[in-house]
């Protein structure tokens, strides 16, 4: 069965001090992985995606298959980083593209 | 259009009434898809359209909750007898298939129901 689990709730850490949101999965074949977010008063969003490994905003994040992990890195919060973030996955060429998402991180940084 | 369009934004309803929300995507998205999203669930799936017809209709609570989509384009979810369970904010997106690999999905801003 295809889950998403993001073990935390709520992520709170003072600006400038790296931050990590953790992502586990579970999917038996190859999986996209995404990070989508959801500032205050606005719509969800995608954030990245693995495929493409860039770094938006300074966030980056790795697919470990070993560890079936997707975990969003930044070295340096900044307030404005204050968001719901939410890990989601879907299957490579199948499905219509949907996801599967987790529960979400409120990631509160403080000034 | 701008992005992708829901409504009603809010609505409020008496437990038993039936409610309709309605989802206008992207024009030439080919994909729609419906989430719920309550607190502490997340975000939970509910239906996906490829054009007028639906793949996957696995995420529906149960027989009370029905969509359907029109055209390639606009796209209804109907919960019929409304249950407080159901209180929630019901989330529209829609994407572009085509590509090799899965297409960013763009949301609406969401239909608030409550159920009173």
């Known amino acids: 069965a295809q889950r998403v689990t993001q073990p935390e709730k709520l992520l709170s850490v003072f600006k400038g001090a790296p931050v990590e949101l953790k992502c586990n999965y579970s999917?038996?074949?190859?999986?996209?992985l995404f990070w989508y977010v959801q500032y205050s008063r606005q719509r969800l969003q995608l954030l990245l995606r693995?495929?493409s490994r860039e770094s938006i905003k300074g966030f980056t994040a790795d697919l470990n298959k070993g560890e079936t992990s997707f975990h969003l890195k930044k070295p340096f919060a900044q307030e404005e980083d204050s968001a719901m973030y939410y890990c989601?996955?879907?299957?490579?060429?199948?499905?219509?593209?949907?996801?599967?998402f987790g529960q979400g991180t409120e990631l509160s940084v403080k000034p | 259009g701008a992005g992708v369009s829901q409504s009603p934004s809010n609505k409020v309803t008496e437990k038993g009434k039936d409610v309709e929300l309605r989802c206008d995507p992207i024009?030439?998205?080919?994909?729609l898809y419906w989430y719920r999203q309550s607190l502490g669930q997340g975000l939970e799936f509910l239906i996906y359209?490829?054009?007028?017809?639906?793949?996957?209709k696995s995420g529906l609570p149960s027989d009370r909750f029905s969509a359907e989509r029109t055209g390639g384009s606009v796209s209804t979810l109907t919960i019929q007898r409304t249950q407080q369970e159901d209180s929630a904010v019901y989330l529209c997106?829609?994407?572009?298939?085509?590509?090799?690999?899965?297409?960013?999905?763009?949301f609406g801003e969401g239909s608030r129901l409550t159920v009173l």
């Open positions: 997106a829609s994407s572009y298939l085509g590509g090799r690999y899965t297409g960013e999905l763009f």
């Open positions: 999917y038996s074949g190859s999986p996209e």
């Open positions: 693995h495929i």
């Open positions: 989601a996955l879907s299957g490579f060429y199948n499905q219509g593209g949907k996801l599967i």
């Open positions: 024009s030439g998205h080919t994909a």
């Open positions: 359209f490829q054009g007028n017809s639906a793949p996957d």
